[in-house]
């Protein structure tokens, strides 16, 4: 696809329960991010990953947040044990370069946690 | 139309008039700055980005200013149509990789 491309767009789930949340970035691009963004709020570093590594996870708020990129390409981040304070839009960007330029984001997955 | 002050969380603007939108930033070791434009239900897309060597930079219908020496950036939007009408956030050069974002400021332009 020509952008960055992330499923689901809407996941409503229950206190406790794990989800997933995936991000294609665009073809090409080494670098991925996650972010997270609260109604009303900017964007929230979460994660970098070079390639296949990450590079930087310490915007993740507690060890139930995890995530993987293991083909260099697609990115999932996964959250176990879901909290109430986890709801909020997860946005995934991609750029071609290491050094922070343009991001292209995607739409972003929305997650309600009832 | 203008946010007085460091920032305020909404703007209303006639549509063609200018549009300035102001920034404060928080790190006087950013080098690199950014203004994002978010429309409903999407994510952010890039607008126009300045580096700290530059005190301004123009792209289409849009400036963006940099003052270092209060940490200050404003994004200047000439002629404001309604598809201006979005949340912009600027954002910093935290680190080589990690970009930190602002609150946002939520234009409405008024026909």
């Known amino acids: 696809g020509a952008g960055v491309s992330q499923t689901p767009s809407n996941k409503v789930t229950e206190k406790g329960k794990y989800v997933e949340l995936r991000c294609d970035p665009i073809s090409g691009h080494t670098a991925l991010y996650w972010y997270r963004q609260s109604l009303g709020q900017g964007p929230e570093f979460l994660i970098y990953f070079q390639g296949t590594g990450a590079a930087d996870d310490s915007g993740l708020p507690n060890d139930r947040f995890f995530a993987v990129r293991p083909e260099g390409s697609v990115s999932t981040l996964k959250i176990q044990r879901t909290e109430r304070g986890d709801s909020a839009v997860y946005l995934c960007?991609?750029?071609?370069?290491?050094?922070?330029?343009?991001?292209?984001f995607g739409e972003g997955s929305r997650l309600t946690v009832l | 139309g203008e946010s007085v002050g460091l920032h305020l969380p909404t703007l209303s603007v006639q549509e063609g008039d200018n549009s300035i939108i102001n920034c404060a930033y928080s790190?006087?070791?950013?080098?690199?700055f950014i203004w994002y434009k978010q429309e409903s239900g999407k994510g952010p897309q890039f607008i126009i980005d300045?580096?700290?060597?530059?005190d301004k930079r123009q792209g289409q219908r849009v400036t963006v200013l940099l003052n270092k020496t209060v940490k200050h950036l404003s994004l200047q939007i000439a002629a404001t149509q309604p598809g201006d009408s979005a949340v912009y956030f600027c954002?910093?050069?935290?680190?080589?990789?990690?970009?930190?974002f602002g609150a946002g400021t939520t234009v409405t332009v008024r026909a």
């Open positions: 960007a991609s750029s071609l370069s290491e050094r922070a330029g343009e991001l292209f």
């Open positions: 300045i580096r700290s060597n530059m």
């Open positions: 790190n006087s070791a950013s080098d690199y």
């Open positions: 954002a910093e050069n935290i680190g080589d990789y990690k970009l930190s």
